[in-house]
């Protein structure tokens, strides 16, 4: 079964940004080829294994491309891909670009249910999967479920682990003839990529994106983060796999000939360790790991990099200060989502001092999303909207999903407030779906998540609601303390009393963690966190 993937966004835009040189206009796999071709021993890749180069890499992608073909995989099929960072990532993401099929990514590590129901949803053919990742067979499990896959033909097993019988080796797909193969040339308007969302809905969302949306508009944005045009050499520190992974292959390699600085499993330690070893010019992270980074002893002094790119969450200005002395280089919060928006004040950003609603994001870039604010009834502030190169086609297998958050002329709706200021800068000023409601009054998570930020003993803070009897829902804090200090509820609700914060607002019951929980993308895991509260109660 062949997905249909309609692109909501009108074609006459497509091309324009295509004829006016904001997308490249060629395929992924193309894109890559051309950096190969121009630098065959430049270092594509760094990992756990060693390096590869740009042609050293092209082999082997080349190699699976064939071994997959062989396998049935054809022009359009959806591939699943969940592999841990490293260069299996890269190979099977690249080898889907060149045979014309849908890469699926998502994270290792994620429950084989969840697995089950993407793949399923989106009629994926053939899955990567990791014979063994941290205690999970994700190989095993994924052929045990086959039955709930009609559309899944192979399931090929990938690492050092021994493949479970009925998946096919990933060293059987690699030792096809790379020589033999002839790559396809989809429409660079075609789907290349399918990111998955990090799961705010009962399932996760999943979003088709065409190869000129990711080499062009996602592209863009990490343009405007290389001072210099020398490519970039960039450590990520989340998942290949997640919406903010996705400006790995396809926008570090394909598009700008840079190089990728990979961990298989992130800790502070073989981070900052990454840092000094291979001094990458950017670190993508989400804020979370910078603060679990900033908490190491001896972090200073460290290589120079251009910047840390931290998104996936907000960052408190206290973090980014901190890391800016510390890592010795901009600290770059970006806005953004698998949905389609992508928004960040640039190298030059400085938000100290400003007393304005919410928080600064920058001004709008239009070569990667337009933005504009939709009034809302009721409301103080607008939906933040976006539309432009980097706008997804639509969402996979939920028609619903397009109805509800795409208008007819594509439009992405993100769900989130915020406002465009004076100085034409984008402000973040809360979530329509991320409330609390208590007793009938609706609490935002991000206001209060940023006002506990502020309290000097606070080294992260996650919000969220807790069911009750009385009220419906009431707050809760989950608070990681900074080092050497002791917090109580009573201080924090002072704290929050002192910066006007209405007393509705203020947290009812505190968690203090040692060290915040992480999904598999990298981000905090809110429902652990509930999981903690509730056993705590």
């Not at 060293?171 to 396809?184: I, Q, R, T």
Request: aromatic share 4%; net charge neutral.
């Amino acid at each position: 079964m062949t997905i249909q993937l309609i692109d909501l966004v009108p074609g006459t835009l497509r091309r324009a940004w295509a004829a006016d040189g904001t997308c490249p206009d060629l395929d992924v796999y193309a894109l890559f080829r051309a950096h190969r071709v121009a630098a065959p021993d430049r270092i594509a890749l760094v990992d756990g294994a060693g390096t590869l180069t740009y042609a050293e890499l092209d082999l082997r992608a080349r190699a699976a491309a064939a071994g997959m073909r062989a396998l049935g995989v054809c022009a359009g099929d959806v591939v699943g891909v969940q592999v841990p960072n490293g260069r299996d990532a890269v190979i099977a993401d690249l080898a889907s670009a060149a045979l014309g099929a849908v890469a699926l990514p998502f994270p290792a590590g994620r429950g084989v249910a969840e697995a089950v129901s993407l793949l399923g949803r989106s009629g994926a053919r053939a899955v990567v999967a990791a014979a063994e990742h941290r205690g999970a067979a994700h190989a095993r499990d994924l052929l045990a479920a086959a039955h709930l896959l009609p559309a899944l033909r192979t399931v090929i097993a990938t690492g050092p682990h021994e493949p479970p019988p009925g998946s096919v080796p990933w060293a059987e797909v690699l030792s096809a003839d790379p020589c033999a193969f002839a790559p396809a040339r989809p429409d660079p308007d075609a789907a290349a990529r399918i990111l998955v969302s990090s799961g705010s809905e009962a399932d996760p969302k999943m979003v088709a994106y065409s190869h000129n949306a990711l080499a062009g508009g996602r592209g863009n944005f990490l343009a405007t983060l290389i001072p210099d045009d020398v490519p970039p050499r960039c450590l990520f520190l989340v998942p290949l796999a997640s919406a903010f992974g996705s400006n790995g292959t396809a926008v570090t390699l394909a598009r700008h000939g840079g190089c990728l600085v990979l961990l298989e499993h992130f800790s502070p330690q073989a981070a900052l360790a990454a840092i000094r070893e291979h001094r990458p010019t950017h670190v993508l992270a989400v804020p979370t790991m910078i603060r679990m980074m900033l908490d190491q002893p001896g972090t200073a002094p460290l290589p120079p990099l251009t910047a840390l790119v931290l998104g996936g969450a907000e960052l408190d200005a206290a973090t980014a200060a901190e890391a800016r002395e510390v890592f010795g280089c901009p600290v770059v919060n970006l806005y953004g989502s698998a949905d389609g928006v992508n928004c960040h004040g640039g190298l030059g950003h400085d938000p100290g001092g400003d007393r304005g609603p919410g928080v600064v994001v920058g001004p709008p870039d239009p070569r990667v999303a337009e933005i504009r604010i939709a009034p809302v009834p009721g409301e103080e502030y607008g939906e933040i909207i976006a539309r432009g190169p980097m706008t997804p086609m639509c969402y996979v297998g939920a028609p619903e999903l397009n109805q509800r958050y795409r208008t007819a002329e594509g439009w992405v709706r993100t769900g989130d407030l915020g406002t465009i200021d004076e100085a034409g800068r984008l402000r973040l000023v809360g979530r329509l779906k991320q409330v609390v409601i208590r007793g009938g009054a609706n609490i935002s998570l991000a206001e209060v998540e940023r006002a506990l930020a502020t309290h000097p003993g606070v080294r992260e803070a996650v919000c969220l609601g807790v069911p009750d009897t009385v009220m419906g829902e009431r707050l809760a804090a989950c608070v990681l303390p900074r080092a050497g200090r002791s917090l109580t509820l009573g201080e924090l609700t002072a704290h929050m009393q002192g910066l006007g914060l209405d007393r509705g607002k203020h947290p009812e019951h505190l968690l203090l963690v040692e060290r915040m929980p992480l999904t598999p993308a990298g981000k905090p895991d809110r429902d652990a966190l509930r999981e903690l509260i509730l056993r705590a109660r």
